[in-house]
């Protein structure tokens, strides 16, 4: 049973998906999203069940093509397995009751559910060549999300923001297959867990740097690291709630998951000749997006933006090559699911209820109108600027004490000032998410909004869907060893640690 | 230490039941919010009993070892002694009075539930610091604190003041907490590891006050020690309100009364000292360290007690005081008196709440925070009047009220090392705290003069018709007013104090006591004591002579210089031409920048790439089949890749 486990996984959210495309149209409308919630509840059960007994699966699929379909699960993938199913089961239950103005929710929601297979497929593989599949899986649900539920009145449509995704990530991939190809052609398999195990002997330095540069110009544009992230405020902006919830929260994560899975460990030399510029980006991210922050007035895209400063720390972390950075940087990405998860989802809210999300149109006093929704905002900022107590804060601090004492391969003063850098960096995070919390959420509201009798404050069913993740945020936040327990043990294997 | 939990938990519990139910049931508020404190009150009490009682009492207490990769790790662990006992009444007393006083105070407010609960909050995070064993877990109560001082500073956010004050308190500090990060990184490699127990002890035996006959006592660096300390007094620099992280507390003051009492006089602020008393050993190891100590409390102490004799804004003037006070507790720490300090904190934390609740009584009363309009209070509100005296004069150092004697202590401390130079303080610290501490003395006593006459004498010249307040913001003060008192009496001459403050590890075996190396003993010398009260008495005597030419005139209008003080030497001036516009202006570049050459540069490369290509020629109308035949083209490579190939 526990083979089929994995499988089922995937099968699950697929044969979902199947079904929705055969149902009839008129009944198919109605059943679709409870119909959803079934599929990514039965999912998110699954991936409980497997976490708990990490199973493994590995067939020949396509012997022709050295493909073969092995998959796993460990402390690595198994963090962000449960996050995706989870996610994905709190936007389905969200569509019960919030539904964008497209409507067709018999087609978005077998978009999820095929989003969800490319997802979890990407994070479950251990074949180079299964997980590029997969990774470019999600593509096309995500453009469609975008471009047929999005919101129009972004500057240049939604149809342009679809497009510039996919362009972006596209054009990442085809670098990304580049640098897949030549590592398995060389080393003879595409199987990670041999490639980790083998640590890159037998690949010469020249093509471990060609190829961590060339998988590296891949999976940082799906991260998105800077100067690769324009794609991604445009794309948040435009996306509805649901996708923009799974955009940050799960799609950027498959970037520096594969950094991790397959970068880092498949051509070690590689990495450690391009991890100062790996840094450095980072850090440029970090300091743009958060003053890229400051001077926002839209507010999807300054959570969009704040994602690129996320990021950065991420990429941060994993360029310090050392177990606590790496460590740090797969923290910080579950931290940042999270809570962009959740700010995507009462940022939504706040567009839903004022059809803008302006900063200036919207003014302040949303404690005043809306106090539960500027609370959980109030909460979701502080939990984003890294305070500590609370998920976001380990992830940071563990990057940071990473680039304190990085690999001794690695410059440890240039680390130190690209820390004291990203030190900065948190001071500005910290500036912009008050300047928010000022300027919407305090202050008294401007009189149209008091006379709008919509209004309404966070819903039952609203609550319903982020009290699991606000939950999951302090439990995170007051119990680092919940996660850290989990991954130390697979980062030191995948560092030739022990 | 069930206790040390107790504590820590109740008052949580009572936050997360307040925030989570608050608005469903608010008969519940009131008796959530005091029951949490008062339990935990309980619990420090039996602590505090038991410490003294139990000579040198240590308990520890881990919950759980978090890997952190690469071989470090840090634990989840706790640690109960006589000064995190007492350090813990000491905010527990206060927390629980300054709830009840709030029950009055903010009657009415809509948002009071989730301000009980914050204050809660606040008390935990706050008790988690002085029971923390880990630097980690200090970090947490420490920046816990942070944010909910940010909430309370902003409680009425209607008021623009209320909104800039908790931005700028908030973003302060956390400057200064990112120092203090960097810091624990570099203690934490000096030492191998983040428990402070462990921490202390082998700085103890670094020092000289911890002797051990069965280890080897490998020498530490001293250089490194000296920038780990410095990063950490950033933390502590800003968290204390000391030069030149001073500035949010007096913007702080515009929360409501009873959150300056909680917060910016008897407790966070308190945090950052409390943390180099509990590191003392650590700090003792770097004589640069101290010497910074030394001069940054020396600018604090000064500057802030002149800026606070031209405030019309009585709670700016106890909000100035606060960090002048707080430089006295660094400068006994620059001088190698960690019991003075302390004893200084404790002193403090009773009359400087006193003092913000008896201010809060008056400006209830009177419905203004300035002095110009008061006057003439002390009929009118006598028990607020005969409290605040005690506090004022607290303040002032006059005996003997509990502030002389701490007061004492420190200056004491400076004399000894002024003269009898033997630790690793240098001689010149000494001095120059003498003289500025000395100097100070007479300026406070002059503002707390200046305070005491344009409130309480003089005629009348607010026109509502004030009155003394309700019985739930009267016991607070009468409460508070006994330590303030009496503290300094019963805590110098019987000398429990150092006896049970003197930090003991139970480490290693094999440790004993290595001598008095560090610590200054406490006590009130003579000349240091007739300086200090014959300054104070001619300062205060200096503005009642000014005052009674012309009592309903200001004291200090008298002075040269009081544009420059009232605007505290227009520090903020300068923090916002040189920090905060230059932010603004790279935010404003680094947006045009992504808008126009980001975006324009990648999609042009993007552009090139694509009529390279060809294969996705007709993306730009958004055809799906393209994106389709893209993908379908990536798999069909790497068939061929592989059947070439292979």
Avoid at chain 1, 225 to 248: C, F, I, N
Wanted: proline share 5%.
């Amino acid at each position: 049973m526990n083979d089929l486990l994995l499988p089922l996984l995937l099968v699950l959210p697929l044969a979902g998906a199947l079904v929705l495309l055969v149902v009839p149209g008129s009944s198919g409308e109605r059943v679709a999203v409870p119909f959803g919630v079934g599929v990514t509840g039965l999912t998110f059960a699954v991936s409980v069940w497997a976490t708990a007994a990490s199973p493994e699966t590995d067939v020949q699929w396509v012997p022709e093509l050295g493909l073969r379909f092995h998959l796993g699960l460990d402390g690595l993938s198994a963090p962000l397995v449960l996050l995706t199913t989870l996610l994905t089961l709190l936007c389905t239950v969200y569509l019960l009751r919030v539904r964008p103005e497209a409507q067709r929710m018999r087609a978005l929601v077998g978009l999820l559910l095929l989003l969800e297979v490319g997802m979890l497929g990407t994070f479950l593989a251990l074949d180079m060549l299964l997980f590029f599949v997969f990774f470019e899986v999600v593509l096309v649900p995500m453009w469609f999300v975008i471009a047929q539920w999005g919101d129009d009145r972004v500057p240049g449509g939604r149809v342009r923001a679809a497009n510039v995704f996919i362009l972006f990530t596209l054009l990442g991939s085809a670098v990304l297959l580049l640098g897949i190809l030549l590592v398995g052609l060389r080393a003879g398999t595409f199987d990670l867990v041999e490639l980790a195990d083998r640590g890159g002997a037998g690949l010469g330095r020249t093509t471990q740097v060609l190829a961590f540069v060339a998988l590296g110009l891949g999976l940082a544009v799906k991260t998105p690291m800077w100067p690769l992230h324009s794609w991604l405020p445009d794309a948040h902006t435009a996306a509805p709630t649901v996708g923009s919830v799974l955009l940050a929260g799960v799609l950027l994560k498959m970037g520096t998951y594969g950094f991790v899975r397959i970068a880092l460990p498949v051509v070690p030399e590689g990495a450690e000749a391009v991890a100062p510029f790996l840094g450095a980006l980072g850090v440029v991210g970090i300091l743009y997006g958060s003053l890229a922050c400051l001077a926002q007035r839209d507010l999807k895209r300054l959570i969009a933006f704040s994602s690129v400063g996320h990021m950065g720390f991420v990429l941060f972390g994993i360029s310090t090559l050392s177990p606590v950075g790496i460590n740090g940087a797969l923290y910080a990405n579950i931290a940042h699911g999270l809570i962009t998860g959740l700010l995507f989802f009462l940022v939504g809210a706040v567009k839903d209820r004022h059809h803008t999300a302006d900063i200036d149109v919207l003014g302040g006093g949303l404690y005043e109108r809306t106090p539960r929704l500027g609370g959980l905002l109030a909460f979701a900022a502080v939990a984003s600027l890294g305070l500590p107590g609370l998920a976001g804060f380990w992830g940071e601090m563990l990057v940071l004490l990473g680039a304190f004492r990085p690999d001794p391969a690695l410059s440890r003063g240039y680390y130190l000032v690209l820390m004291a850098l990203a030190g900065v960096g948190v001071v500005l995070t910290t500036t912009y998410f008050v300047k928010v919390l000022r300027r919407v959420a305090q202050g008294t509201s401007f009189q149209a909004w008091k006379e709008a009798v919509l209004l309404r404050d966070a819903t039952t069913h609203e609550l319903a869907v982020w009290s699991p993740v606000v939950a999951l945020v302090v439990v995170l936040g007051l119990w680092p060893g919940f996660l850290l327990d989990a991954t130390t043990p697979v980062v030191h294997r995948l560092l030739g640690g022990g | 230490m069930t206790l040390v939990y107790l504590a820590v938990a109740a008052p949580l519990v009572a936050s997360f039941v307040g925030l989570l139910g608050g608005r469903l049931v608010p008969r519940l508020v009131v008796p959530v919010a005091v029951a949490g404190t008062g339990v935990s009150l309980l619990a420090a009490l039996v602590m505090a009993a038991r410490a003294v009682t139990t000579d040198g009492l240590v308990e520890r207490a881990s919950l759980d070892t978090v890997p952190l990769g690469g071989g470090l790790s840090f634990g989840l662990d706790l640690r109960l002694d006589g000064l995190a006992a007492l350090v813990s009444v000491a905010v527990t007393v206060v927390a629980l009075m300054v709830q009840v006083y709030s029950t009055a105070y903010l009657k009415g407010d809509p948002r009071y539930s989730s301000y009980a609960a914050l204050v809660s909050l606040f008390t935990a995070a706050m008790l988690l610091v002085v029971f923390a064993d880990d630097l980690f877990v200090l970090l947490v109560g420490w920046e816990v604190m942070g944010v909910c001082s940010y909430f309370l500073i902003g409680h009425h956010w209607e008021q623009e003041g209320s909104r800039a004050g908790a931005v700028k308190a908030f973003v302060t500090t956390r400057l200064g907490d990112v120092g203090f990060l960097f810091g624990i990184f570099t203690i934490g490699q000096v030492f191998g590891t983040f428990s402070i127990d462990r921490i202390v002890a082998d700085a103890a035996l670094q020092n000289g006050r911890l002797a051990c006959h069965v280890c080897q006592i490998a020498a530490l660096p001293e250089g490194t020690i000296t920038i780990g300390t410095l990063l950490l007094l950033c933390g502590v620099v800003g968290k204390s309100a000391q030069f030149p992280l001073h500035t949010w507390l007096p913007d702080a003051m515009a929360g409501p009364t009873p959150i300056s009492a909680l917060i910016h006089a008897a407790t966070m602020v308190a945090a950052g000292i409390y943390f180099v008393v509990r590191l003392y050993d650590v700090f003792l190891l770097s004589p640069t360290t101290l010497a910074v100590m030394a001069l940054i409390a020396c600018v604090t102490m000064l500057g802030a007690a002149l800026a606070a004799l031209a405030q019309d804004d009585i709670k700016r003037v106890l909000a100035y005081s606060t960090v002048s006070q707080l430089a006295y507790m660094l400068a006994a720490l620059a001088v190698g008196s960690a019991l003075a300090s302390t004893f200084h904190l404790l002193t403090h934390a009773a009359f400087k709440a006193l003092l913000f609740l008896a201010a809060g009584s008056v400006i209830h009363a009177v419905g203004t925070n300035l002095m110009p309009a008061m006057g003439g209070l002390r009929r009118l509100m006598p028990v607020t009047f005969v409290t605040m005296t005690v506090g004022l004069a607290a303040l002032a150092g006059i005996p003997p009220f509990a502030g002389f004697f701490s007061k004492e202590a420190v200056l004491g401390a400076a004399e000894e090392t002024a003269l009898h130079h033997d630790g690793p303080a240098a001689a010149w610290t000494g001095w120059l705290v003498l003289v500025v501490g000395l100097v100070t003395a007479g300026v406070t006593a002059a503002y707390v003069a200046r305070l005491w006459l344009m409130t309480f004498f003089g005629e009348a010249r607010g026109g509502v018709a004030a009155h003394e307040s309700s019985p739930a913001m009267r016991w607070p003060l009468v409460v508070l007013a006994v330590p303030a008192a009496l503290l300094g009496l019963a805590g110098l001459p019987s000398g429990w104090l150092p006896d049970w403050l003197a930090p003991v590890s139970e480490v290693a075996p094999g440790l004993s006591e290595g001598g008095d190396v560090a610590q200054v003993e406490l006590h009130v010398g003579l000349v240091t004591s007739v300086l200090s009260v014959g300054l104070a008495v001619a300062g205060a005597l200096a503005v009642w002579a000014v005052w009674r030419r012309d009592p309903a005139a200001d004291p200090a209008a008298a002075l040269r210089w009081r544009p420059a003080l009232v605007h505290a030497f227009y520090v903020d001036d300068l923090y916002d031409r040189a920090l905060v516009r230059p932010v603004r202006v790279a935010a404003r570049a680094v947006r045009r920048v992504d808008d126009d050459v980001v975006v324009g540069g990648v999609t042009g490369t993007g552009r090139g790439a694509r009529s390279l290509a060809g294969l996705i020629a007709r993306t730009q109308g958004g055809n799906v089949t393209a994106y389709l035949t893209g993908l379908l083209a990536g798999v069909l490579l790497i068939a061929a890749g592989v059947v070439v190939l292979t």
